[in-house]
């Protein structure tokens, strides 16, 4: 496997369920990233961590919970989530997160997206 | 919050055409980025531009970084139906602004 895979590709859930997504980046990379993107807005940053540790929350409902376990792996954990919530999920990752010290760019690439649907 | 303004949100064009989309802002920005998604995949990057005024080519791709650091443009010259898909900009720096994208549709 190469660059960043994200899984599963497609997911419906019921406004009860707790479901699972996962990502993994096979670059090298410190820091990973969740973006939300709905049909027609742009892109909007979920989290983002940068060495395990968590360095974004961008006023996420705490029906997203995100897990880091190590530089490779990031997940989103989804519980009791509204029909407003379907969309694309976007993961990412870069070298580094230079986000706090308001640092330049570094290049950040996606996975092809978990697109979920809620019920 | 930041914003940027795409425009056009969607262009209807034939095989050979040139194509032309930008983006505005009213923030300040130190990078601009282009972004091309392809149905069922995440966005790749194609052009990154980190000075005001830079004009950077990528193939038939030429993205420029305003002199007021405030847009970008991006021109495809000789679309050709792979080009299909959605573009959008990208501004700031390890933290990211985006467009909403200009869906492109090449008519062979």
């Known amino acids: 496997e190469t660059g960043v895979t994200q899984t599963p590709r497609h997911l419906v859930m019921g406004m009860t369920n707790k479901k699972s997504l996962k990502c993994e980046q096979h670059l090298g990379h410190n820091a990973m990233y969740w973006y939300k993107q709905s049909a027609k807005k742009p892109l909007e940053l979920m989290f983002v961590y940068n060495f395990k540790e968590q360095t974004e929350n961008n006023s996420v409902p705490s029906r997203f919970s995100p897990e880091c376990p190590n530089s490779s792996h990031l997940f989103l954990h989804l519980h009791t989530l509204q029909p407003e919530d379907s969309a694309l999920y976007l993961c990412?990752?870069?070298?580094?997160?230079?986000?706090?010290?308001?640092?330049?760019?570094?290049?950040?690439?996606f996975g092809p997206g978990t697109r979920l649907t809620v019920l | 919050g930041q914003q940027l303004n795409q425009s056009p949100q969607s262009m209807f064009i034939q095989e050979g055409e040139d194509v032309s989309m930008n983006c505005t802002s009213s923030?300040?920005?130190?990078?601009w980025l282009w972004y091309k998604q392809d149905p069922g995949e995440g966005p790749v990057l194609l052009i990154a531009?980190?000075?005001?005024?830079e004009l950077t080519s990528n193939g038939r791709l030429t993205a420029q970084f305003g002199i007021t650091r405030k847009d970008s443009f991006l021109n495809i010259s000789a679309s050709i139906p792979s080009d299909v898909g959605i573009y959008f900009c990208?501004?700031?720096?390890?933290?990211?602004?985006f467009g909403e994208g200009t869906q492109l549709t090449v008519n062979p």
């Open positions: 923030s300040i920005f130190n990078t």
């Open positions: 531009l980190y000075k005001a005024g």
């Open positions: 990412a990752s870069s070298q580094e997160d230079t986000g706090l010290a308001g640092g330049p760019y570094n290049e950040q690439f």
């Open positions: 990208g501004a700031g720096g390890s933290r990211l602004t």
